[in-house]
């Protein structure tokens, strides 16, 4: 999995940049991980067990390899 590629078809798809993109996922991530949902908690904690925020291709491994286990 090229994870440069999906950012670079995620931005041509919506008319940015790649830059852009990326911007706006980490965005989501520190979003993500300032929830005090504790469900949402579990699922950061299964992406990152340290705490520290995760990288963009540790999240997207994640997220790939949730949704091929459904």
Sequence with gaps: ????????????QNGVTPAEVK??????????????DPNVQAHWRK???SGTEPTINEV???????????
């Design 60 to 70: 997207l491994t994640y997220l790939v390899s949730e949704t091929v286990r459904r």
């Design 23 to 36: 911007r706006d996922i980490k965005e989501a991530i520190r979003i993500g991980m300032a929830s005090s």
């Design 1 to 12: 999995m090229n994870f440069k590629n999906i950012i670079r078809q995620i931005a041509k």
């Design 47 to 49: 992406i990152s067990p």
